[in-house]
């Protein structure tokens, strides 16, 4: 045997602490006997369900939703706006590829345009997050001004304001 097994045995023979149990005082049964206490008590409270609810109570009323705030931008709701029936990203990145009107010399690369879809459907607020070059940078953010009416996105129902980050590609282009 390993010398801290019996270190571990000689530990636990000597504490009498873990194998001694408290008794407990409780009255002898006797079989058939029905005592007069049992017969006479009162009727127990029916006892929660595993999901919280009493079965004696109706759950509580649900709490009614909160409108939005009008003044919010958001970046994710539950219905995104939408171009031309389309998801607003997707459609929003080839409107804006098809009116971009590039450079000569452009280089390869990605720009990073952020706008906000007003309550209205409206672009607002173009800016460039990530840019190439300022000549690119310019023409994608008239581009982005000349978008289309969305239709806005909703949360709970109400119309809101959404931010939208697009990345347009610019390839390199082939002699």
Known sequence: MHPATYWLLAALATTTALAQTPATNTPARQPGAVGQQQMEAP???PRPRRDGIRPDREPPAATPAVPPDATKVYFYVEQMPLLNGQHAYLASIAAITRAVVVPAGAPAGRVYVQFVVTSAGQVSHPHIVKGLRA???????AATRQLPRFTPGKQGNHVVAVSITVAVTFPVKQS
């Open 43 to 45: 009727a127990a409270a």
């Open 135 to 141: 000549d690119l940078d310019s023409a994608v953010v």
